[in-house]
């Protein structure tokens, strides 16, 4: 593989080792959030309890936001690959206890504990990136990962909707163990293995207040009750709480320093829109193709391939950008795509056009998410020193995955809370979701398909509000300490 004139390729002799380790990593993530993604309404069909259908994405991504802010300061001090082999394991454990989940609930605390595991290995393929390569390739290598990402967007949809097909969607969990040990075979020993700072205890504290913080903002987005309003309190309250007591921690395990300086601050926002409004856009894409537009389940199932498509090839283009245009520049170019199409994809719903331009809709959506995710996370790695790599790369990422996780319940919030609205049940959607011969009950479908739109609306706010995010990162009001 070519960089640049001049540069190492990424699967040359020196790189190549890392790369194809960070790439199973990646790989392994992937698949894990797009296949369950594909599943949902197979899912929603077996166990019922469809109004929890939301927790069974968002929980994962919630307990991997948490694993990312503990395992960079642990790579820091213990170093990458200590921290690969112990995810490894800990990630076949867990996809074999999603695959044997007899309740809807239980099936929710085996995502918990799965999302540990997928979050450590984000983390430290996200910080390896910033270790192994320098800055002339980094901005490859994030494309090279987000290609992959994109490879296994497509395959594993395809996968899955194969499998969820033939053998049920507890294959799709199942699938996960031959992955892993491939993973392992070619990881296991290809990571750096020397810390790159000190070893220093984890401040254990510091990481119970924020995830309190994250669990208390997960539940208020996820229901329109009266204990929102308290939980939306309390979530405030241990916010406030961290604040404190990172100012009197010598080590936080996140430091108020990388997320509020002038320098970090537009990166983290502009990140957080693009996937928050992006993954709520998406996340119930399949669920609505089976239930409001009456196709197949493998069709639902492949349907979440085409925004993967956009964000994977965007970040290709993003990279061969950065060569001439300021990160900056190229975010702000990201935004826009991200903007239109996010309108686009709620147009598309709201007229009930046809398929193809949804999905073509969501291709622009998933391009502004790529050009964004790539040149601001390349833009801050660049920024940021060696020694503090792991807690800088932990911390973004530890925003995207609120990001992720809160779109997803919000956008299940809007559509779940309008479909009880309408019809007086939101479990009458499990009625659409069996793949058996049956009278379909148009009312509940054309209440889900309204109640997806206002989801969508909802979503593309967000994605709008890239655009001033982006600006207000490419005039340099980001260049202060």
């Known amino acids: 593989m070519v960089t640049r004139a001049g540069a190492p390729s990424l699967l040359g002799p020196e790189y190549r080792a890392a790369s194809l380790a960070l790439m199973s990593a990646v790989a392994m993530a992937s698949y894990n959030n797009l296949s369950v993604t594909a599943a949902l309404p197979a899912i929603g069909d077996d166990l019922g309890r469809v109004a929890l259908l939301p927790w069974v994405v968002t929980v994962e991504l919630v307990a991997a936001a948490v694993a990312v802010l ?46 540990l595991a997928t979050g450590a290995f984000i983390g430290t393929a996200i910080t390896c990136i910033g270790l192994v390569f320098d800055d002339a ?21 395809a996968v899955a909707a194969v499998l969820v097909s033939t053998l049920g969607w507890r294959s799709v969990f199942a699938a996960n163990l031959p992955v892993s040990l491939v993973a392992a075979a070619v990881g296991w020993s290809r990571l750096p293995a020397a810390a790159r700072s000190a070893a220093e205890r984890t401040d254990r504290r510091g990481l119970l207040i924020l995830s309190a913080f994250t669990v208390a903002l997960l539940v208020a987005t996820s229901y329109v009750e ?52 992006g993954t709520g856009a998406s996340v119930f894409l399949p669920l609505y193709l089976k239930a409001a537009r009456g196709h197949s389940v493998a069709f639902a199932a492949f349907a979440v391939v085409w925004p993967t498509l956009g964000w994977s090839t965007s970040a290709w283009v993003s990279g061969k950008l950065q060569q001439n245009l300021r990160a900056q520049t190229v975010t702000v170019i990201g935004s826009g795509f991200m903007a239109v199409g996010s309108v686009a994809v709620t147009v598309a719903a709201g007229i009930e056009a046809p398929v193809v331009v949804l999905l073509a809709a969501f291709v622009c959506a998933g391009w502004g998410i790529g050009t964004i995710t790539t040149s601001s996370l390349s833009l801050l790695q660049g920024r940021a020193d060696l020694q503090e790599m792991g807690r800088v790369s932990s911390a973004h990422h530890f925003i995207r995955s609120l990001g992720f996780a809160y779109g997803a319940a919000v956008a299940g919030l809007v559509m779940f809370w309008m479909v009880e609205r309408r019809t007086g049940d939101a479990e009458l959607v499990r009625g659409l979701l069996s793949e058996a011969d049956a009278v379909v009950d148009a009312t509940v479908a054309a209440a889900l398909a309204s109640a997806y739109t206002w ?15 982006a600006l207000a990162l490419a005039r340099g009001r980001d260049h202060e300490p």
Do not use: K, N
């Not at 921290?83 to 990630?91: E, G, I, N, Y």
């Not at 989801?455 to 995010?469: H, K």
């Open 70 to 115: 503990a395992v960079g300061p642990y790579i820091d001090g213990a170093g990458a690959r200590r921290a690969f082999r112990l995810t490894v394991v800990a990630f076949v454990v867990t996809s074999a206890m999603c695959a044997a989940a007899p309740t809807m609930e239980l099936l929710i605390v085996a995502r918990v504990l799965q999302g």
């Open 226 to 277: 009266w204990f929102s309003i308290v939980m939306v309190v309390t979530g405030v309250a241990l916010a406030a709480l961290y604040v404190r007591h990172a100012r009197s921690c010598r080590s936080p395990v996140v430091r108020l320093s990388h997320v509020a300086a002038g320098r970090w601050r537009y990166i983290h926002l502009v990140g957080l829109l693009a996937v928050s409004g």
């Open 455 to 469: 989801s969508l609306a909802a979503m593309a706010v967000l994605s709008v509000l890239t655009v001033p995010a």
């Open 137 to 157: 390739v980094r901005p490859w290598a994030y494309a090279l990962m987000s290609s992959v990402w994109g490879i296994m967007g497509i395959g594993g949809p």
